[in-house]
């Protein structure tokens, strides 16, 4: 069974920073693609990014591109996204989720494990 523990979330000024981590467990890391969903209250969940089994590759939502950072350690099973230039629509719980591909987790419903999630807020 794989397990996955996202850390990192809490509360934060706009315009400031966090890095949310992922630890992944109960499987080879490297075996699959690893990304951030999010979901903010009373909406449904939205694709954050993604990063290849390799971290070759990356891809982001439109809403975060340019201000997150996708990136993954396999040596330490982690899978990391660095947030900048936060803004109260960041606002939302975190979720850590891996699939066999980055397509599959750009698509949602193809994630096959999910973490717990991290809540992230940001006041303005």
């Known amino acids: 069974q794989v397990q996955l523990v996202e850390s990192g979330g809490g509360l934060v000024q706009a315009g400031g920073s966090l890095r949310l981590s992922c630890a992944g467990s109960g499987r080879t890391f490297s075996s699959d693609a690893m990304g951030w969903v999010r979901q903010a209250p009373g909406k449904e969940r939205e694709f954050v990014a993604a990063v290849s089994r390799t971290g070759s590759i990356q891809y982001y939502a439109d809403s975060v591109k340019g201000r997150f950072t996708i990136s993954r350690d396999n040596a330490k099973n982690t899978v990391y996204l660095q947030m900048n230039s936060l803004t109260p629509e960041d606002t939302a719980v975190y979720y850590c989720?891996?699939?066999?591909?980055?397509?599959?987790?750009?698509?949602?419903?193809?994630?096959?494990?999910w973490g717990k999630g991290t809540l992230v807020t940001v006041s303005s």
């Open positions: 989720a891996s699939g066999k591909t980055t397509a599959t987790i750009t698509r949602i419903n193809g994630v096959d494990y």
